[in-house]
C-alpha cells in the first residue's frame, strides 16, 4: 500500500470524509460549468436558427406608407433576407422593389441603420424605401408629377 512521506497510508486519506467531499465538489462544479456550456451553445444555436424560449423569431412589417416600410426582423436575418420578406410580404409596387435605407441616409436622422429593437430581444428594425432618395428627388423635379 502507497504511504505519503509522513507514513499515512494514502488509501486512508483518500477515504476521509473531507477529500471525499471535496471531490465530490470538484465533480457537482464540472459537472454545472459543462451544463451551463451546453446551454449557452443550445440558446446560441437556437438564436442562429430562429428559435427563441418564445417560439421563432419572426419578421414583422412595423409601419408602412406609401414610400417607406419599417420591418422589425432577427438581427442575424441578412439583408437579402429582408428585402425578400419585404417584397414578398408587401410588395411596393415600384420596379425595383423595396430597397435598404442605408447608414448616411439624412432620413434616418443620425440613427444607425439597423437599430435594436426594444419589444423583442434578437430583433432589429430596418427602414426600407419604394424609390431610392435621389430617384424620390429626380421624380418630384418632373414637370409631368407636378
Same mark, same amino acid.
Given at each position: 500500500?502507497?504511504?505519503?512521506?509522513?507514513?499515512?497510508?494514502?488509501?486512508?486519506?483518500?477515504?476521509?470524509?473531507?477529500?471525499?467531499?471535496?471531490?465530490?465538489?470538484?465533480?457537482?462544479?464540472?459537472? =454545472?460549468? !459543462? @451544463?451551463?456550456?451546453?446551454?449557452? #451553445?443550445?440558446?446560441?444555436? *437556437?438564436? $442562429?436558427? &430562429?428559435?427563441?424560449?418564445?417560439?421563432?423569431?419572426?419578421?414583422?412589417?412595423?409601419?408602412?406608407?406609401?414610400?417607406?416600410?419599417?420591418?422589425?426582423?432577427?438581427?442575424?436575418?441578412?439583408?437579402?433576407?429582408?428585402?425578400?420578406?419585404?417584397?414578398?410580404?408587401?410588395?411596393?409596387?415600384?420596379?425595383?422593389?423595396?430597397?435598404?435605407?442605408?447608414? =448616411?441616409? !439624412? @432620413?434616418?436622422?443620425?440613427?444607425? #441603420?439597423?437599430?435594436?429593437? *426594444?419589444? $423583442?430581444? &434578437?430583433?432589429?428594425?430596418?427602414?426600407?424605401?419604394?424609390?431610392?432618395?435621389?430617384?424620390?428627388?429626380?421624380?418630384?423635379?418632373?414637370?409631368?408629377?407636378?
Amino acid at each position: 500500500m502507497p504511504v505519503d512521506k509522513n507514513g499515512d497510508k494514502l488509501s486512508d486519506m483518500l477515504s476521509s470524509p473531507v477529500v471525499t467531499r471535496y471531490l465530490i465538489d470538484v465533480q457537482q462544479h464540472s459537472v =454545472g460549468k !459543462e @451544463a451551463e456550456a451546453l446551454e449557452r #451553445e443550445k440558446e446560441r444555436l *437556437q438564436v $442562429r436558427i &430562429g428559435i427563441t424560449r418564445k417560439g421563432p423569431m419572426r419578421a414583422v412589417v412595423t409601419k408602412r406608407s406609401i414610400l417607406d416600410m419599417q420591418i422589425c426582423m432577427p438581427e442575424y436575418w441578412t439583408d437579402g433576407q429582408a428585402v425578400l420578406f419585404a417584397n414578398t410580404k408587401n410588395p411596393c409596387g415600384t420596379k425595383n422593389g423595396w430597397m435598404i435605407r442605408r447608414d =448616411g441616409d !439624412e @432620413a434616418l436622422t443620425g440613427d444607425p #441603420e439597423r437599430q435594436p429593437c *426594444q419589444q $423583442r430581444s &434578437g430583433h432589429i428594425h430596418i427602414m426600407l424605401d419604394a424609390l431610392k432618395r435621389p430617384d424620390i428627388l429626380d421624380a418630384l423635379k418632373r414637370p409631368d408629377i407636378r
